[in-house]
């Protein structure tokens, strides 16, 4: 077929709509649904049925840069802070230490036991180093796998943070392979600058979209996604174009984002979980057409033995030494260290190999698709399975249809959004009409425990109370933050 742009266009509705329906059966068998989408882009490609010819990996790796990008937004925007706050420490050493020390282990396997020779096997240990956020984030709440002990946000924690490690690795190691005179000592300012800058933009541009989404007030609500849209894409950007980490930059920033308090937050925070799925799907799909399954066979061997390292050495022994100075038990730890799931960034990663022209990066990409390929297979259908030997799991609530979700129609002139009272609000314990509310805003009914209850002048606000507030108009919601005790930026 020639690929002309309506095509294009036609190919790519076609197996966005297939991959939809694969991923619903794909839970029905206990199959996660990445795995589905690669097998479609497989199909699609040259050795498939399809018999799409795409062998691009430069554009392969723009597109899963940018799908990557969204993503790890739309983590950091379910990630909240009260949960991850107990377990900040353990994420982080998890996702600084535990992939470096997991990029060492599975390097040194590769070049004494595999023959590479020792960049290209600390590279391919650095590449599939980290945990993925997109088969973590969809895997656990795909499957409403509940968890004791804080351990679901300790792995989505690490799972949102350690990408930014791994790319630093690979990157680096890539600098050694063109720069081969240079000493190892000069990566540490060069790490030091990458976290820093990403850390410190990411902070500073969280801060920034909440304020600039609160007080821009656009007459077009529709343009709110988009507008959020650039902020995002414009922090990877400068972030990445002046020596700092994009990817931490635009995780963090959603974090902020995602615990403060910024109109359309409930409809923007779903429409970027749309965002998340449309650019996963989007991302295998590319990756599975980029794959030759005829180049696989040959290394099935090496990537069992990989594969099968990585799983039960490399990754345990990782979570082990980071986690021994905390309080946790050896089950919590060999849970973790089973949910060290591979998803497509390591397959992203692996295509700057392939830019960079390293002699062995061809292997390196089919090597690490096969181990991505049989880490989602194996811990990916097994994790519930595990978390109840272990003792770990616990039932999980079915999430319902709240009356506070309400779309309202196009003819209704009022504005209804949700607040959410934090612990510490200086609300809690008073009354509302204690509160100084806005003449043009009203608490129309209040969620309290996954109850609902209409509330009156001397209802008692409580912590964890989720408002439903009715205004003339969304100018007035300034003041109803106010009146909350709730700051904006």
């Known amino acids: 077929m020639q690929l002309t742009a309506e095509n ?3 190919l790519g509705s076609i197996l966005l709509f297939l991959s939809i329906l694969a991923s619903k059966t794909s839970y029905r068998l206990g199959v996660p649904a990445l795995i589905m989408f690669l097998l479609m882009g ?11 010819n ?11 840069v940018i799908a990557l990008n969204f993503i790890l937004f739309s983590g950091g925007l379910d990630t909240k802070w009260e949960s991850v706050k107990p377990v900040l420490v353990k994420g982080i050493v998890l996702s600084t230490a535990g992939v470096f020390i997991t990029a060492i282990t599975l390097g040194l396997f590769a ?7 020792i960049l290209e096997g600390m590279l391919l240990g650095a590449i599939v180093s980290s945990t993925d956020a997109a088969a973590v984030f969809s895997i656990l709440r795909g499957k409403n796998i509940g968890l004791k002990r804080n351990i679901g946000p300790t792995l989505e924690l690490e799972s949102g943070s350690n990408d930014p490690m791994a790319y630093f690795l690979t990157v680096s190691l890539l600098m050694v392979y063109e720069h081969k005179d240079d000493s190892l000592v000069t990566l540490i300012p060069f790490f030091i600058k990458q976290m820093f800058i990403g850390g410190g933009l990411g902070y500073l541009m969280g801060r920034a979209m909440s304020l600039i989404i609160n007080k821009i007030n656009l007459d077009v609500d529709g343009l709110y996604p988009v507008l959020l849209t650039a902020l995002v894409l414009f922090t990877f950007s400068i972030t990445d ?10 995780y963090i920033s959603a974090v902020l984002l995602g615990n403060s308090s910024f109109i359309h937050k409930k409809s ?22 980029l794959v030759f399954p005829s180049e696989i066979p040959p290394i099935i061997g090496p990537g069992i033995l990989l594969a099968l390292f990585l799983m039960f050495i490399a990754r345990p022994l990782s979570v082990f030494i980071s986690l021994a100075f905390f309080k946790m038990n050896y089950r919590e730890k060999l849970f973790i260290s089973w949910v060290g799931l591979r998803g497509a960034v390591p397959i ?7 830019l960079a022209g390293i002699e062995q990066a061809n292997m390196i990409f089919n090597l690490v698709f096969f181990i991505t390929v049989s880490s989602v297979l194996l811990q990916g259908t097994t994790l519930s399975q595990v978390a109840r030997w272990l003792h770990l799991s616990v039932p999980q609530k079915i999430k319902k249809r709240s009356p506070l979700e309400i779309e309202l129609t196009d003819s209704f002139k009022s504005e209804l959004f949700e607040v959410e009272l934090g612990n510490n609000n200086p609300v809690v314990g008073r009354s509302i009409v204690e509160l100084s509310f806005p003449k043009t805003a009203i608490i129309i009914m209040i969620n309290r425990h996954g109850k609902f209850i209409r509330p009156g002048g ?17 100018e007035v919601l300034p003041k109803v933050y106010e009146s909350l005790r709730i700051k904006t930026n």
């Open 54 to 64: 795409f062998n691009d990996p430069k554009l392969a790796q723009f597109i899963g």
């Open 111 to 117: 070049h004494y036991i595999m023959g590479f020779t």
């Open 458 to 474: 001397s209802t008692v606000l409580e912590a964890g109370d989720k408002l439903a507030v009715l205004a003339d108009n969304k």
């Open 348 to 354: 992203v990663f692996a295509t700057y190999p392939l």
């Open 8 to 10: 294009i266009l036609l």
């Open 241 to 250: 174009f002046i020596g700092g980490n994009g990817f931490l930059a635009v």
């Open 268 to 289: 923007l925070i779903r429409f970027y979980d749309g965002v998340a799925w449309l650019m996963q799907i989007i991302m295998f799909l590319t990756l599975g057409l």
């Open 42 to 52: 497989m199909l699609a490609g040259s050795d498939g049925p399809g018999k799409i």
